[in-house]
């Protein structure tokens, strides 16, 4: 893997991550005003997509789709999946190139 190539999924992660915790906060503000609501599907998608932490954090943070058992459960998976790719990315690119 190319140093640019690194960067490149270090800004993807984090523009995902950033959106996502913005994206539940909105939601948040949404459901609170009687607004049009992001969907549920929307929301786990992008914590699938890569924005996991940013997803989980706004759970927390805006205090969110806490008492859902998709989110309650779903979203710490999720987490727990992108961290296990996370530690065999690293283990690989560090250990065998």
């Not at 992660?13 to 913005?22: H, M, S």
């Not at 932490?53 to 727990?80: D, E, N, S």
Request: proline letters at 2%.
């Amino acid at each position: 893997m190319t140093k640019y190539l690194l960067y490149a999924l270090l800004l993807y992660l984090a523009a995902i991550n950033i959106f996502a915790f913005f994206l539940y906060g909105i939601d948040k503000w949404k459901a609170r005003h009687d607004k049009w609501r992001v969907t549920e599907a929307r929301l786990l998608s992008v914590a699938l997509l890569g924005g996991s932490v940013g997803a989980f954090l706004g759970m927390k943070v805006w205090h969110h789709k806490t008492q859902h058992p998709r989110f309650r459960y779903g979203l710490p998976l999720i987490l727990c999946l992108h961290l296990a790719i996370a530690i065999v990315a690293v283990y690989y690119f560090y250990f065998y190139r």
